[in-house]
């Protein structure tokens, strides 16, 4: 309860909190901000799911709050929308490494989920001091663009509203869109903005002759339309998404959808306020799912994985949770119940809280490892949706055997309590503080009990912070942290925009029996 | 779906939400309620809104809408989201260009003329076909720039309107 | 005697319907003109024959009297019926069908002249000493005598009529400008630029007389008509008889249009109009040469039908009725529906008729030419249709209307029907205290809208519109369920 508080302060400081002084200037320009532009974007009375709220809170000594851009699904038009916005409220909407992170991060999203882009062009570009972070490398900068042409190649239609300077590769941005609109005197596309422009060539040119909404609606064709304000444009642009048809939903077996039957608001109570402790996912499932409903597969069989069927807004859903450390008998118990979804087209959802499979002489006679191996390969292969809820705990290969973000699950996102790392931070601090004490012995030191407890602090708090859900959401290593309660609005979302792709091909690793 | 509705000068923002016959409406500012039409035949409806139920003889032509009701005869727009905006933002858009090259068959206006989008401003005649040019916006003309007889390039400013709509002193 | 074989008729829409109706029911093949805007109207439709006369604007072609002889002679039509409006009252058109050998069916040249000029008018009814509202004529000193004369002054176009070109001037300080802007109007509607300016009298009665009479020197009265409701001076409710007027004058006025019509050798219908003050004095407005607007309310009550009359005078019959034989039963009540809007200075409206349904039933006439689908232009008068009740009282006349106008349905144009409503509603019109100031003496506002019937408004503009309803725009699950929220 107190985690989603402070999750909800996070979130409000990163969405509101700015200096007055940007304000002033944006409101001077006649500029919205950017909620304001996706308040009129959207239609009213619809939700808003806003992805990686907290990207880059704990980057850049925090003064670059989501990262200065916002994403999130929403609807336009009676259609799912995926909604890319420069926050020109933070250092004018500049590009930094972690924006970009989040920018093809987004486009992945749609990429992977066939979702229209909304894109509202505000920013000032890349922020240069850190330009070999946000340059070169082929998840930085040119993977925006080049998502783009993949997306345009995938039928997905792209809408740019230029609200703003988009300059150099930004440029390309509105661009690539199917459909670009410009606002007259603030919106501008140049490859070289004025500046570069007189320095390169010597020519006096102003940003509006330069290219700005007329010359580029009229004479370059670079842009579609000009319109003489932001709310002209909004509305334009909602015009347009209208016209093209609306999404498809793969074929998903479905219901009549209920509301659970057990108060969302429970979770708070189930959530244990020590990592260590164990609770039980079924729990959870039933704050979740449609009229608390569980079907249970092979209930008595590997009792510290849970599995089975449940509805979510109606659609049939296969659910995975963990109730303790994996065992061979548990894993191969979820890699059949993943077969069976995978067959026969039922999306699953996993609910991470995971310590790791169980180690041990006896576990590795039994092929633990062949086990988990055997879970890996089916579920990274499989072709129906993947969901993943980090809820608790998420250590060593349970992650990645529970779907973590390097098995592509559509959309991953946090409980405030989670925490992410390779093992438990117990363990890890201890191994880490007595590297860090052999060293410092071999270099002849004597440490007192006091400075040994001091470093092994230092070196746990710095995993505990690395490990925390805010750092993993300023990372980008999942979509958002969430409040557990919305955990079925944000499902539901989630899925539903993961059903605008259709599935059904099968794909088979060879498994070690 | 959200739009503004223009009713005796004043307009409102109405949105309507839900599946075919369990409508909601919303109209800014007060709390959403059930709503229903029925028809009775021709023009005469039903409407439910929360408790209430009114008889109405309706008819609608593109974005107007007539209603007798209660003794009364309204007439409201819908209104198109994108004029709108352009509208209340007072458009600028403030030149008529020429779409291609060719040479003025005829001037329809006259600097301090009053204007309304849509009004023709010129004709003008390229490849032997004749164009009618007409007002970006609403406004009043500042300047026409090419004369009867005149030549033009592509996308030279044939006629310029001034801000607002009123006539210059 | 004259045998009148075939009838053209000079005009449009309802009256023109409405003439038709009377020639088809005494066996009179009819032709109408028609511009080709109208050729597709109702009038157009219901005519047996049909000769279209183009003009730019569309009036003109009504206007048009050579085409109009033209076609005269192409569809051998041996008279004209000229309604009101357009040539009813040009003198020179009656004279040409004249020279043509073509009947007028209306009055004698000469009469059109002599009424058609108002300050003519004037000085024929001063030598009969019938009272007139004292008046100056255009000329040396035109400026004081009329200021002598006192204010508020009417200024009054000397070939006008139908209330255009008349002009309120309420102080001295505006009368210079107001004479040239009302000559300059005068030459615009009606080709002659004088004027002349009368004592404007507070809020009077307007009330008329209908006559008929014959080539041989037989006038009756067919008593009077109340046309007191008026805005932009243009009646828009007129009633039979006057309530509440007394019998001696009522008597005078009755007497005092039949001598006028008598002693100007008139012949045809006519309508003696007159202005009534608050003290019981009466003076010669005006007369109308022609079939008035208003003519039902007469019609209703005598049982006679007018047009007929007017036709088999023009065909040189005697009237078959003397003054005794004229009973009036009951009361009768017209409301003239106009495409316009009374909330907006009664600015004519237009659109397409979407949606029309009108009132029917025992003691209900309409007259009109409207169907489903036409266009209200600005290209001809705003009048739609005409309702008139008629009932065995006042009373039971106005109840009838109101009901009547409640009934009636138009769409697609803006209508003063709820504000005819209301006033045949008014209590000071129940009470039968009414003027031409009525008007603007009682508050007819639309009543404010509250908040419910607003609301109401907007929800079934909404439900009835594709821009809201079109489920291609719908939001599906499971956003719908989950509506306004932000995680």
Same mark, same amino acid.
């Given at each position: 309860?107190?985690? #989603?508080?402070?999750?909800?302060?996070?979130?409000?400081?990163?969405?509101?909190? *700015?200096?007055?002084?940007?304000?002033?200037?944006?409101?001077?320009?006649?500029?919205?901000?950017?909620?304001?532009?996706?308040?009129?974007?959207?239609?009213?009375?619809?939700?808003?799911?806003?992805?990686?709220?907290?990207?880059?809170?704990?980057?850049?000594?925090?003064?670059?709050?989501?990262?200065?851009?916002?994403?999130?699904?929403?609807?336009?038009?009676?259609?799912?929308?995926?909604?890319?916005?420069?926050?020109?409220?933070?250092?004018?909407?500049?590009?930094?490494?972690?924006?970009?992170?989040?920018?093809?991060?987004?486009?992945? %999203?749609?990429?992977?989920?066939?979702?229209?882009?909304?894109?509202?062009?505000?920013?000032?570009?890349?922020?240069?001091?850190?330009?070999?972070? %946000?340059?070169?490398?082929? /998840?930085?900068?040119? *993977?925006?663009?080049?998502?783009?042409?993949?997306?345009? #190649?995938?039928?997905?239609?792209?809408?740019?509203?230029?609200?703003?300077?988009?300059?150099?590769?930004?440029?390309?941005?509105?661009?690539?869109?199917?459909?670009?609109?410009?606002?007259?005197?603030?919106? @501008?596309?140049?490859?070289?903005?004025?500046?570069?422009?007189?320095?390169?060539?010597?020519?006096?040119?102003?940003?509006?002759?330069? @290219?700005?909404?007329?010359?580029?609606?009229?004479?370059?064709?670079?842009?579609?339309?000009?319109?003489?304000?932001?709310?002209?444009?909004?509305?334009?642009?909602?015009?347009?998404? @209208?016209?093209?048809?609306?999404?498809?939903?793969?074929?998903?077996?479905? *219901?009549?959808?209920?509301?659970?039957?057990?108060?969302?608001?429970?979770?708070?109570?189930?959530?244990?306020?020590?990592?260590?402790?164990?609770?039980?996912?079924?729990?959870?499932?039933?704050?979740?799912?449609?009229?608390?409903?569980?079907?249970?597969?092979?209930?008595?069989?590997?009792?510290?994985?849970?599995?089975?069927?449940?509805?979510?807004?109606?659609?049939?859903?296969?659910?995975?949770?963990?109730?303790?450390?994996?065992?061979?008998?548990?894993?191969?118990?979820?890699?059949?119940? =993943?077969?069976?979804?995978?067959?026969?087209?039922?999306?699953?959802?996993?609910?991470?809280?995971?310590?790791?499979?169980?180690?041990?002489?006896?576990?590795?006679?039994?092929?633990?490892?062949?086990?988990? #191996?055997?879970?890996?390969?089916?579920?990274?292969?499989?072709?129906?949706?993947?969901?993943?809820?980090?809820?608790?705990?998420?250590?060593?290969?349970?992650?990645?055997?529970?779907?973590?973000?390097?098995?592509?699950?559509?959309?991953?996102?946090?409980?405030?309590?989670?925490?992410?790392?390779?093992?438990?931070?117990?363990? +890890?601090?201890?191994?880490?503080?007595?590297?860090?004490?052999?060293?410092?012995?071999?270099?002849?030191?004597?440490?007192?009990?006091?400075?040994?407890?001091?470093? /092994?602090?230092?070196?746990?708090?710095?995993?505990?912070?690395?490990? $925390?859900?805010?750092?993993?959401?300023?990372?980008?290593?999942?979509?958002?942290?969430?409040?557990?309660?919305?955990? *079925?609005?944000?499902?539901?979302?989630?899925?539903?925009?993961?059903?605008?792709?259709?599935?059904?091909?099968?794909?088979?690793?060879?498994?070690?029996? | 779906?959200?739009?503004?509705?223009?009713?005796?000068?004043?307009?409102?923002?109405? $949105?309507?939400?839900?599946?075919?016959?369990?409508?909601?409406? &919303?109209?800014?500012?007060?709390?959403?309620?059930?709503?229903?039409?029925?028809?009775?035949?021709?023009? $005469?409806?039903?409407?439910?809104?929360?408790?209430?139920?009114?008889?109405?003889?309706?008819?609608?032509?593109?974005?107007?809408?007539?209603?007798?009701?209660?003794?009364?005869?309204?007439?409201?727009?819908?209104?198109?989201?994108?004029?709108?905006?352009?509208?209340?933002?007072?458009?600028?858009?403030?030149?008529?260009?020429?779409?291609?090259?060719?040479?003025?068959?005829?001037?329809?206006?006259?600097?301090?003329?009053?204007?309304?989008?849509?009004?023709?401003?010129?004709?003008?005649?390229?490849?032997?076909?004749?164009?009618?040019?007409?007002?970006?916006?609403?406004?009043?003309?500042?300047?026409?720039?090419?004369?009867?007889?005149?030549?033009?390039?592509?996308?030279?400013?044939?006629?310029?309107?001034?801000?607002?709509?009123?006539?210059?002193? | 005697?004259?045998?009148?074989?075939?009838?053209?008729?000079?005009?449009?829409?309802?009256?023109?319907?409405?003439?038709?109706?009377?020639?088809?029911?005494?066996?009179?093949?009819?032709?109408?003109?028609?511009?080709?805007?109208?050729?597709?109207?109702?009038?157009?439709?219901?005519?047996?024959?049909?000769?279209?006369?183009?003009?730019?604007?569309?009036?003109?072609?009504?206007?048009?009297?050579?085409?109009?002889?033209?076609?005269?002679?192409?569809?051998?039509?041996?008279?004209?019926?000229?309604?009101?409006?357009?040539?009813?009252?040009?003198?020179?058109?009656?004279?040409?069908?004249?020279?043509? @050998?073509?009947?007028?069916?209306?009055?004698?040249?000469? !009469?059109?002249?002599?009424?058609?000029?108002? =300050?003519?008018?004037?000085?024929?009814?001063? !030598?009969?000493?019938?009272?007139?509202?004292?008046?100056?004529?255009?000329?040396?000193?035109?400026?004081?005598?009329?200021?002598?004369?006192?204010?508020?002054?009417?200024?009054?176009?000397?070939?006008?009529?139908?209330?255009?070109?008349?002009?309120?001037?309420?102080?001295?300080?505006?009368?210079?400008?107001?004479?040239?802007?009302?000559?300059?109007?005068?030459?615009?509607?009606?080709?002659?630029?004088?004027?002349?300016?009368?004592?404007?009298?507070?809020?009077?009665?307007?009330?008329?007389?209908?006559?008929?009479?014959?080539?041989?020197?037989?006038?009756?009265?067919?008593?009077?008509?109340?046309?007191?409701?008026?805005?932009?001076?243009?009646?828009?409710?007129?009633?039979?008889?006057?309530?509440?007027?007394?019998?001696?004058?009522?008597?005078?006025?009755?007497?005092?249009?039949?001598?006028?019509?008598?002693?100007?050798?008139?012949?045809?219908?006519?309508?003696?109009?007159?202005?009534?003050?608050?003290?019981?004095?009466?003076?010669?407005?005006?007369?109308?040469?022609?079939?008035?607007?208003?003519?039902?309310?007469?019609?209703?009550?005598?049982?006679?039908?007018?047009?007929?009359?007017?036709?088999?005078?023009?065909?040189?019959?005697?009237?078959?009725?003397?003054?005794?034989?004229?009973?009036?039963?009951?009361?009768?009540?017209?409301?003239?529906?106009?495409?316009?809007?009374?909330?907006?200075?009664?600015?004519?409206?237009? &659109?397409?008729?979407?949606?029309?349904?009108?009132?029917? &039933?025992?003691?209900?006439?309409?007259?009109? +030419?409207?169907?489903?689908?036409?266009?209200?232009?600005?290209?001809?008068?705003?009048?739609?249709?005409?309702?008139?009740?008629?009932?065995?009282?006042?009373?039971?006349?106005?109840?009838?209307?109101?009901?009547?106008? &409640?009934?009636?349905?138009?769409?697609?144009?803006?209508?003063?029907?709820?504000?005819?409503?209301?006033?045949?509603?008014?209590?000071?019109?129940? +009470?039968?205290?009414?003027?031409?100031?009525?008007?603007?003496?009682?508050?007819?506002?639309?009543?404010?809208?509250?908040?419910?019937?607003?609301?109401?408004?907007? +929800?079934?503009?909404?439900?009835?519109?594709?821009?809201?309803?079109?489920?291609?725009?719908?939001?599906?699950?499971?956003?719908?369920?989950?509506?306004?929220?932000?995680?």
């Amino acid at each position: 309860m107190a985690l #989603a508080e402070e999750l909800h302060a996070r979130e409000h400081a990163a969405r509101f909190e *700015r200096p007055a002084r940007d304000i002033e200037r944006l409101r001077s320009q006649k500029k919205l901000l950017v909620r304001e532009r996706i308040e009129l974007l959207l239609d009213p009375g619809t939700p808003f799911l806003e992805l990686s709220t907290l990207a880059a809170c704990m980057a850049y000594d925090g003064i670059v709050p989501g990262a200065a851009f916002v994403s999130g699904i929403g609807i336009v038009m009676g259609r799912e929308v995926l909604v890319m916005a420069s926050d020109s409220s933070i250092k004018g909407g500049a590009w930094y490494p972690l924006t970009v992170k989040k920018m093809v991060r987004s486009l992945d %999203i749609a990429i992977e989920n066939r979702i229209p882009v909304i894109h509202l062009v505000d920013a000032a570009g890349a922020f240069l001091p850190l330009q070999s972070d %946000i340059f070169p490398d082929r /998840y930085m900068g040119g *993977r925006i663009f080049r998502n783009q042409c993949v997306l345009s #190649a995938l039928g997905v239609r792209q809408v740019a509203l230029v609200l703003g300077h988009s300059t150099a590769g930004g440029a390309y941005v509105p661009t690539l869109c199917d459909y670009s609109i410009m606002v007259r005197g603030t919106g @501008g596309v140049f490859l070289g903005g004025p500046p570069l422009v007189k320095a390169a060539t010597g020519e006096d040119v102003s940003a509006n002759e330069l @290219g700005g909404a007329d010359v580029h609606s009229s004479v370059s064709g670079t842009a579609d339309y000009a319109v003489d304000t932001e709310q002209e444009g909004i509305a334009l642009a909602r015009e347009i998404v @209208g016209t093209s048809p609306r999404q498809k939903k793969a074929e998903v077996d479905r *219901r009549e959808s209920e509301e659970p039957y057990y108060d969302p608001e429970e979770l708070y109570g189930i959530i244990p306020d020590d990592i260590k402790k164990q609770f039980d996912m079924r729990e959870v499932f039933a704050r979740v799912f449609d009229a608390s409903l569980f079907h249970e597969f092979k209930p008595d069989y590997g009792t510290t994985a849970v599995c089975g069927f449940a509805y979510l807004y109606g659609w049939k859903v296969g659910v995975l949770g963990n109730n303790g450390v994996l065992f061979s008998d548990s894993a191969k118990k979820l890699t059949q119940f =993943l077969q069976i979804c995978n067959r026969d087209r039922i999306p699953v959802i996993f609910f991470q809280n995971i310590t790791g499979f169980m180690v041990g002489r006896e576990y590795e006679h039994g092929g633990i490892t062949k086990d988990g #191996a055997k879970m890996l390969m089916v579920q990274a292969n499989m072709d129906v949706p993947k969901l993943t809820i980090m809820t608790n705990g998420s250590f060593g290969a349970g992650n990645y055997a529970m779907c973590g973000r390097a098995y592509d699950p559509r959309f991953l996102f946090s409980w405030p309590n989670s925490q992410i790392s390779v093992m438990g931070m117990e363990q +890890a601090g201890r191994t880490l503080a007595e590297i860090r004490l052999k060293a410092l012995a071999r270099e002849g030191k004597n440490l007192s009990e006091e400075e040994t407890q001091k470093i /092994y602090e230092g070196i746990t708090n710095d995993y505990l912070e690395k490990s $925390s859900a805010w750092y993993s959401t300023s990372e980008i290593w999942d979509d958002g942290v969430i409040d557990p309660k919305d955990t *079925r609005k944000v499902l539901g979302i989630a899925l539903s925009v993961a059903l605008n792709r259709e599935f059904g091909q099968s794909f088979h690793g060879v498994l070690r029996i | 779906m959200r739009r503004c509705i223009e009713l005796l000068g004043h307009r409102y923002e109405v $949105s309507l939400n839900g599946p075919t016959g369990k409508w909601i409406i &919303g109209i800014k500012d007060r709390h959403p309620e059930a709503a229903s039409i029925t028809i009775q035949g021709n023009s $005469s409806f039903i409407l439910a809104l929360g408790e209430d139920n009114l008889p109405m003889e309706i008819a609608r032509a593109g974005e107007e809408v007539f209603i007798q009701a209660f003794g009364r005869n309204f007439r409201l727009k819908i209104l198109d989201p994108v004029e709108q905006a352009a509208q209340e933002a007072g458009s600028k858009g403030d030149t008529a260009r020429a779409p291609m090259p060719g040479v003025v068959v005829e001037t329809a206006v006259r600097p301090g003329d009053i204007v309304t989008r849509g009004t023709p401003l010129m004709t003008i005649e390229s490849m032997k076909i004749l164009t009618v040019i007409k007002a970006p916006r609403d406004g009043h003309v500042t300047k026409v720039h090419v004369e009867k007889g005149q030549a033009f390039e592509k996308n030279a400013i044939l006629v310029t309107l001034g801000e607002g709509r009123e006539r210059p002193l | 005697m004259k045998e009148i074989r075939k009838v053209l008729i000079a005009n449009r829409g309802e009256i023109a319907c409405r003439i038709m109706r009377t020639l088809d029911r005494l066996g009179i093949p009819s032709v109408l003109i028609c511009h080709p805007c109208e050729i597709q109207g109702p009038a157009a439709r219901l005519a047996p024959e049909v000769v279209e006369i183009d003009g730019d604007p569309p009036v003109s072609a009504y206007l048009d009297v050579e085409e109009i002889i033209k076609a005269c002679k192409t569809t051998g039509a041996d008279a004209v019926h000229p309604g009101f409006g357009f040539l009813a009252e040009n003198s020179s058109f009656a004279e040409r069908l004249k020279s043509d @050998g073509i009947s007028f069916i209306g009055p004698k040249p000469e !009469s059109i002249e002599l009424m058609g000029n108002k =300050l003519k008018a004037r000085e024929f009814c001063i !030598s009969l000493g019938i009272p007139v509202v004292p008046a100056e004529q255009e000329g040396r000193g035109f400026i004081s005598r009329l200021k002598a004369l006192g204010f508020p002054i009417l200024l009054k176009a000397a070939a006008g009529g139908g209330g255009k070109a008349m002009h309120e001037v309420m102080e001295e300080a505006r009368l210079k400008e107001t004479i040239k802007l009302a000559k300059e109007e005068a030459l615009r509607y009606f080709g002659e630029g004088s004027v002349y300016g009368e004592k404007l009298l507070r809020d009077p009665r307007h009330v008329e007389v209908q006559i008929l009479a014959d080539r041989y020197g037989s006038v009756v009265h067919l008593g009077e008509r109340d046309c007191s409701i008026q805005r932009r001076f243009q009646k828009i409710i007129e009633e039979s008889p006057a309530p509440g007027l007394e019998p001696e004058l009522r008597q005078e006025l009755l007497s005092s249009a039949v001598k006028i019509a008598k002693e100007a050798g008139y012949e045809s219908a006519g309508t003696v109009e007159f202005l009534l003050d608050g003290q019981g004095r009466f003076y010669f407005l005006e007369m109308n040469t022609r079939i008035q607007v208003e003519h039902p309310v007469t019609e209703m009550v005598t049982g006679l039908d007018l047009v007929e009359q007017q036709i088999k005078i023009a065909a040189g019959e005697p009237l078959f009725f003397t003054q005794k034989d004229i009973i009036i039963k009951g009361h009768a009540v017209e409301a003239r529906l106009y495409a316009e809007d009374p909330e907006s200075d009664f600015q004519p409206s237009t &659109g397409r008729i979407l949606i029309l349904r009108l009132p029917e &039933g025992s003691g209900i006439r309409v007259d009109h +030419a409207l169907e489903k689908g036409m266009n209200v232009t600005h290209a001809f008068d705003p009048m739609l249709a005409k309702i008139i009740a008629h009932g065995q009282d006042r009373q039971t006349a106005l109840d009838l209307l109101g009901s009547a106008l &409640g009934k009636t349905v138009i769409l697609g144009v803006t209508t003063n029907r709820e504000f005819l409503e209301r006033i045949v509603g008014h209590p000071t019109m129940r +009470a039968g205290d009414i003027h031409t100031g009525f008007i603007a003496s009682n508050n007819l506002k639309a009543p404010q809208l509250e908040d419910h019937q607003r609301e109401m408004l907007l +929800a079934a503009a909404a439900l009835v519109s594709r821009q809201f309803t079109d489920q291609e725009f719908a939001v599906s699950e499971p956003y719908a369920a989950i509506g306004d929220w932000i995680n």
